[in-house]
């Protein structure tokens, strides 16, 4: 079992930054897919970054391509998103998932094949 617990959201204005964090236990980070995704009110969850296993690739959808990112810290066994120029439209729960290596790159930024979730963590931004 691998558990994930995600922080540092909160309420920003347009432009301003936040550096999430996804905190894990039970299983090496290092030897898992990891992924960020975000679900606003009333949308299914939308991909936003993942980081291969061996951290020598990274994923972003273009709505974030270039503003965020997905950094790992092995030691630590925890996954940041460095979000930068945040815009209202990023609003929403955002949540980390780990995947198995098994999956290809391609397959990331589906969120039915990540295994494990947290809790998510809410980030606000105001125009």
């Known amino acids: 079992q691998m558990q994930l617990g995600e922080s540092g959201g909160g309420l920003v204005q347009a432009g301003d930054s936040l550096r999430l964090s996804c905190t894990t236990s039970?299983?090496?980070?290092?030897?898992?897919?990891m992924g960020w995704f975000r679900q606003a009110p009333g949308k299914e969850r939308e991909f936003a970054a993942a980081l291969l296993w061996n951290g020598l690739s990274t994923y972003y959808s273009d709505s974030v391509k270039g503003r965020f990112t997905i950094s790992r810290d092995n030691a630590d066994n925890t996954v940041y998103l460095q979000m930068n120029s945040l815009k209202p439209e990023d609003t929403g729960v955002y949540y980390c998932?780990?995947?198995?290596?098994?999956?290809?790159?391609?397959?990331?930024?589906?969120?039915?094949?990540?295994?494990?979730w947290g809790q998510g963590t809410q980030v606000t931004v105001s125009s």
């Open positions: 039970g299983r090496t980070v290092s030897r898992w897919h």
């Open positions: 998932g780990a995947a198995s290596v098994g999956y290809r790159s391609s397959e990331l930024a589906n969120p039915n094949v990540y295994g494990f």
